[in-house]
């Protein structure tokens, strides 16, 4: 099984905010790099996320499927969500996020 299938498979799939993602029509395959590939590639996949008007729905999504999620993801690679200083840094956000909309639980959900 490839990443991208195990990805598919094992988590809930993205909801409808993904319609509005610039990488729809991008092959998913350049979304799971090969487990040590070189930066380039990850860079070039980045371009796509630093324009994407979903990016922080696409990161939220990665975030909640948590550690096992493979591939890039609101431009974060796997590697980088797995990191506890920015998992912490994603909820502090979050949290303030929702503090200052009035939307979200002490957790920075969205209760809305
Ligand atoms: S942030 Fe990146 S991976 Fe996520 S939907 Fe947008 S382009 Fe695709």
Not at 59 to 65: Q, V
Not at 76 to 89: E, I, L, S, V
Request: aromatic share 10%; proline share 8%; hydrophobic share 35%.
């Amino acid at each position: 099984m490839d990443a991208h299938h195990d990805a598919l498979v094992r988590f809930p799939p993205p909801g409808p905010w993904h319609k509005n993602a610039v990488c729809i029509g991008v092959p998913y395959a350049e979304f799971f790099p090969e487990r040590g590939g070189n930066g380039a590639s990850i860079t070039a996949i980045r371009r796509y996320c630093n324009r994407c008007p979903v990016r922080t729905d696409c990161l939220d999504y990665a975030m909640s499927c948590g550690p096992m999620l493979t591939g890039i993801w609101g431009g974060t690679t796997q590697n980088w969500r797995r990191k506890p200083a920015n998992k912490a840094a994603w909820k502090a956000k979050r949290f303030q996020d929702a503090q200052n909309n009035g939307t979200g639980d002490v957790e920075g959900r969205s209760v809305a």
